[in-house]
């Protein structure tokens, strides 16, 4: 197996996030994108789809540019990252353009309609992402209950029940993969009625 591309995407993945935390968990970020890369795995090993997930973060979580990201994997890699950051209108947010609690909503409708749209390797990409959000929901879910949504910029459990369930119908596409069963599971657990 051939996974020069994977390395690289990695290392990249690894300098590009560089004493980053993933925010309020009190562990290295790269744990996010290495988890996503993981999920990725059990459903293709398109080694491009699997550097995207490694990559999904980049562009908009540190001062990587989408050229960047071009010139070093290829146009198909930096259009999943492109299409797996969190914009409205196409344009990046970042949370230094714009209050991120003012535009929650309208970057998670954003998001969900994108999704829906989205080609299949982009969802793939995605639900690497996606689901490792989910897996870490659940996991601080048991640990605090209600009391997580707290450390969000938006406060209401509602509001993100919301979100991820617009996320698993725009994902349904791979309603037949281990990874969109475990999000659906993961989802109905914590936003139990």
């Known amino acids: 197996m051939d996974t020069e591309l994977l390395d690289r995407a990695i290392i990249f993945a ?6 980053s935390e993933r925010r309020g968990k009190g562990f290295p970020y790269i744990v ?4 996503a890369v993981e999920i990725v795995s059990t459903i293709t090993p398109d080694q491009e789809l699997l550097a995207a997930a490694a990559l999904h973060d980049t562009i908009e979580d540190t001062d ?6 071009r010139a070093e994997f290829g146009d198909r890699i930096a259009q999943l990252v492109h299409a797996e950051s969190d914009q409205i ?3 990046l947010f970042n949370g230094e353009n714009g209050d991120e609690e003012a535009t929650w909503h309208a970057r998670k409708q954003a998001a969900i309609d994108r999704l829906a749209a989205a080609p299949h390797d982009a969802k793939i990409v995605a639900m690497g992402d996606k689901l490792s959000n989910m897996r870490a929901i659940w996991r601080d879910y048991q640990a605090k209950g209600d009391e997580l949504w707290k450390i969000f ?5 509602s509001a993100h029940e919301w979100h991820y ?14 990874a969109y ?7 109905d657990d914590v936003f139990k009625k």
């Open 14 to 19: 690894v300098q590009a996030h560089h004493n």
């Open 64 to 69: 990587v540019t989408v050229e960047q990201l």
């Open 181 to 187: 069963q475990e999000f659906v599971r993961l989802i």
């Open 89 to 91: 209108n196409g344009v």
């Open 165 to 178: 369930r617009g996320l698993a119908a725009s994902l349904s596409e791979l309603s037949d993969t281990f």
């Open 32 to 35: 996010h994108p290495m988890e």
């Open 153 to 157: 910029h938006c406060t209401d459990k």
